[in-house]
């Protein structure tokens, strides 16, 4: 049944659902690779349909930025629409060189000095997993497609402009891909991954390099709404 930022009714929505930031993002997705699209859900703007791939149902949907906002729509995804996976398909700023513009990265684990895990539950950890069994299945996706994958832990931050720090020595993102093993930032996925873990379902994260913090590289705002298609193909292309 419809809850207050979501309207659609059971089973308008697939057991697994992609979910970008972007709302804009997942109406892309829905019409450039999906069969018989249909919008579930406008409500805020938040923009959600379900249609098939390869005859398989499947969703997408958006998910706003930051942890409050995903981890509101993806607890009612949970726990009141039934469904067992969701993938967030999002961008993300490089801390690492290897990881270019353009690039894919598969994360292996969240890390995030966020107090949400505490505040939803209080669990104390600071990083949490994603499902090994779908990293598993995107991974054969992406070997099946050629698409090359980074894997790592990625920093999910709950601040986009961070004051600048006149203090020495190494600059924040510095000390979290070298002491944390950060290959990249973005703001939403601990909360996302803590959601599966205590409800009991599967989450998984796929971003693509937007930005970078080690260059000068950096898409537009419609490159990441259009150009990202890598990472969708390949989440849209797992057994699930």
Request: aromatic content about 10%; overall charge negative.
């Amino acid at each position: 049944m419809p809850t207050p930022h979501n309207r659609a009714e059971n089973g308008q929505i697939a057991k697994t659902v992609l979910m970008p930031g972007d709302p804009l993002r997942a109406k892309f997705i829905a019409e450039t690779f999906l069969d018989s699209p249909v919008c579930f859900n406008d409500v805020r703007g938040m923009l959600g349909f379900t249609g098939t791939y390869n005859g398989r149902p499947i969703s997408v949907m958006g998910s706003g930025m930051g942890m409050p906002s995903i981890g509101i729509y993806s607890y009612e995804l949970f726990t009141q629409y039934g469904v067992e996976n969701i993938v967030r398909i999002g961008s993300a700023g490089s801390y690492s060189p290897e990881a270019k513009v353009y690039d894919v990265v598969l994360a292996t684990g969240a890390y995030s000095e966020s107090s949400y895990a505490r505040t939803q539950n209080g669990c104390p950890d600071d990083i949490i997993a994603p499902s090994a069994e779908l990293n598993r299945l995107l991974e054969e996706s992406a070997a099946r497609l050629s698409i090359p994958v980074h894997k790592g832990v990625i920093h999910s931050s709950d601040v986009f402009y961070r004051q600048p720090s006149n203090q020495p020595g190494p600059a924040y993102w510095e000390k979290l891909r070298d002491e944390k093993g950060c290959l990249a930032v973005e703001m939403e996925s601990f909360a996302l991954f803590h959601n599966a873990r205590v409800t009991g379902k599967r989450a998984a994260c796929l971003l693509t390099i937007s930005d970078s913090f080690v260059s000068s590289e950096i898409t537009t705002a419609e490159e990441r709404q259009t150009s990202f298609t890598n990472m969708m193909k390949i989440a849209l292309g797992a057994d699930y």
